[in-house]
């Protein structure tokens, strides 16, 4: 037959999930180049969704979020082909609306469920009854799988399942597994001053994977579910405090500019702008006010410090006072005590708190008191339980980060206490090195001349 009497058709291509049973790519561009063969049509052009686009999330509209279907609806308003060819018409859409405007709009032939609808004499019956049973599928699919999420929701279960970090699957349960003990530790390397960057070399995973799993407070016995952390039925590998301490160290983070939350160098972070007080960083041979580099003039006119000096200025000062710090340092018994008693003064605020609140609404459920007259009470015992529990929070934070002795130690060892020879680097990771600093003092450089440096400010 002659190519250009041939009718053009375009072949489209998606799939919605990657399984075994699920139709590839492959088997799908095989079966319509197959059926073109047959009916005599000329494959001009393949349009396939990246797999990473091809299942769409949210209701109506899918259609436009997909970039290939896009392109493909184009090409054929540019008459580019005379019709569209797909494995079976659920690839175009299981939206009736999206489905409804696409057999306006297009013609087009599927392998599956026998569509010809190639021209205006065609009847659109056949395309619009497959759009309907494709979106009622979609529809059916939907109903179970909120249906099971559900079910996995009540049973303190991830609703959506999958891997999580540090633990393996045994019969639908999560159990710590051989990466249990990293998770564990990036945690607690995380809440001493470590990066994403070295938690990530810790965990062996990706800066994004190391971030999610942390985040995620999955190793808190927890699983984020609709932007909430709820309570899981797996086995915590750090303890509720570390979880708050976690959630401190992180939230502190947050308004510290991205180029020193990472520190290489040992007194990023530690030196300030004489100017407006933000952080300063290293810059080629000197430190520059992190304000004036991230966000312009409009914020900071800058301040610029040599390198040389503030590192001279910095080491007088830590020789100085390394013999007030260790006569002044608290043993870790002394800080684990008060940690813990001030734990327990909020643990009883908690708890008073939640029993006066518990006995309100008991009142209430009694007829004691109407639910609109009690409204105004119940709401500031509640804010009064919320209180409470955010100083409770606190308090087990707190204990978390209590140093121990042999960390003390090896920090008193860096400045010069004793006279143990060693590149301070052996005894404290770079950026344990650095919040150790941050602790210890406060630089402020004024300019090139005036350099201040005193007690670290709470």
Known sequence: MDTRTRPRVAIYLRQSITKDDSY????????????ADREGWQVVDIFQEAKSTSASKGGKGNAAKRPELVAFREAYDRDEFDFGLVHETARLARNMADGAQIVSDMYYASVLDGVRYLDEDSDDFSPLLNMLLAHKFAKDI????????????????PPTGGHQYGYVQEKGAYLPGPDAPKLTEAYRRFINGAGFRVVAEVMGVDIRV????????????????????WSGAHTAV?????????????????????????????????AHCGKCGATMVRNGRGMRCTAYVTRGKSVCSGTWGDLKKIERKAWMYLGAHSKEWAAAMPAFEDEE???????LDATAE???AQEQLDGAVKRVLLGVVTEQEAAPILAELRASVSEAQEKMNAAEAALAMARPADDWSAILRVVGYNDEEGDIFDELEPEEWNAVLKR??????????????GPATA
């Not at 939907?142 to 279960?157: C, V």
């Not at 799993?213 to 909430?228: E, R």
């Open 337 to 343: 005590q008060r940690a813990n008693a001030a734990l």
């Open 24 to 35: 590839s790519f492959e088997i799908q561009e095989a079966a319509c180049r197959e059926l």
């Open 440 to 453: 210890l003092m406060r630089i402020t450089v004024y300019n090139y001349e005036h350099i201040e440096i």
């Open 210 to 229: 190391a971030r999610r799993a942390l985040d995620s407070g999955f190793g808190a016995g927890l699983f984020l579910w609709q932007k909430k952390h």
């Open 142 to 157: 939907g109903k179970r799988w909120r249906e099971a999420h559900k079910r996995r929701f009540l049973l303190g279960l």
């Open 238 to 270: 750090i303890t509720h405090g570390e979880w708050q301490a976690y959630l401190k160290v992180r939230a502190e983070r947050a308004d510290i500019p991205t180029r020193s939350r990472n520190p290489k160098y040992w007194l990023s972070g530690v």
């Open 350 to 352: 908690r708890d008073a």
